[in-house]
């Protein structure tokens, strides 16, 4: 009988050191680029697969739009505020796996939520007046590790924008459908 509640014992406690509690992690801090811009982010936990990404940042653009008829196709490098929940829903399953989940590597779905305020812009040549903009962009995403500190990311939505085009002095404001499609390397601290 001692004999195997000892074997029970020891059968539990395997399963119990097996068990491990997969998560986002509670907070990390890094850097990314891509192909149009650069930006400091941080992501904070909400719950086991919930993180708050917030992000500071610059959007590289050559806009072509009404608001820029009089102008030559402008370049510009304008400042982005971005705030995105996002649900890494596969986290669990990589783990299972044994594959990488620091550094919040996984799939994920997010609400990105994206304002162009009207503070600056920079190589604005022509002086194209500065038009800010509100965007919601629901996407769908991958991050995955490069070594300890290197990653990169990928994202792809669609959603609604929302030009605040009178406070430049324009007659009316512009709403549109707008897509995000990025693609990022970055170094996580």
Known sequence: MKKTIFTLILCGLTFIAKSQNTSVEKSIFGLQTGVLG??????????NTIALRTELGLDFGIWETTFYDDYDAPFLL??????E????????????????????SGNFIALKMGYHPDWF?????????????????????IRRNLGKHFNYEAGLGAGFSHTFAKRAGYSKDKSEMELNMHLRIGYRF
């Open 78 to 83: 304008t400042p982005v505020i971005v705030v």
């Open 38 to 47: 650069i930006w400091a982010y941080n992501e904070a936990k909400l719950s």
């Open 85 to 104: 929940p996002r649900f890494y829903y596969n986290l669990k399953k990589r783990s299972e796996k044994s594959k990488r989940i620091d550094g919040n």
């Open 121 to 141: 812009v920079l190589f604005n040549k022509d002086n194209a007046p500065v038009v800010s903009d509100f965007s919601i962009i629901p996407t769908w995403g």
